[in-house]
């Protein structure tokens, strides 16, 4: 496995998962870091405020962010509303750390424009691509017609009340 490497030139851990990146240390193609047996003895940083994200987390940290702010979207947005939102998506696209991410986000928004115009077509096209991102990693796809219930509503058996 080739190293994804962050802007900066340096290995990108957003870029890969947990799992791929322990497989890096272990190669010893990557800085190893200390074993939790090696760090038991004391609390770290690391205890106190946690470690940068790797691409699963950022993943679905980014995914809660873009599914609840379309779930709280205007449900009859203003033209202002609209183009903020479109920058809002084109602005993920731009900066997300995973460039091959960030990359299948811009060819999606290119062949797909983000439906802004209410809130029931940004849940749509969200939920919509969320699915494209779930099939190509081989996950299951999400029924849209209940994405007010998981992004703003709980669902309908109480489970969130």
């Known amino acids: 496995m080739q190293i994804p490497l962050g802007p900066d030139g340096k290995p990108c851990k957003p870029c890969v998962s947990f799992k791929d990146w322990t497989k890096l240390q272990k190669k010893n193609e990557i800085k190893k870091e200390p074993s939790s047996l090696e760090r038991i003895a004391k609390v770290t940083l690391a205890d106190k405020f946690g470690c940068p994200v790797d ?45 091959d991410c960030a990359g299948h986000l811009r060819k999606y928004v290119k062949q797909y424009p983000p439906q802004v115009h209410s809130r029931s077509a940004l849940e749509l096209w969200l939920c919509q691509m969320h699915n494209e991102v779930n099939v190509r990693l081989g996950k299951d796809e999400f029924d849209c017609n209940k994405v007010g219930q998981r992004w703003r509503d709980g669902w309908n058996d109480k489970s969130c009340d």
């Open 55 to 99: 691409a699963d987390e950022l993943g679905r940290h980014t995914w809660t962010f873009l599914h609840t702010s379309a779930a709280y979207y205007p449900p009859a947005a203003s033209e202002s509303q609209q183009n903020q939102m479109r920058n809002l998506i084109n602005s993920v696209g731009t900066f997300y750390p995973c460039g």
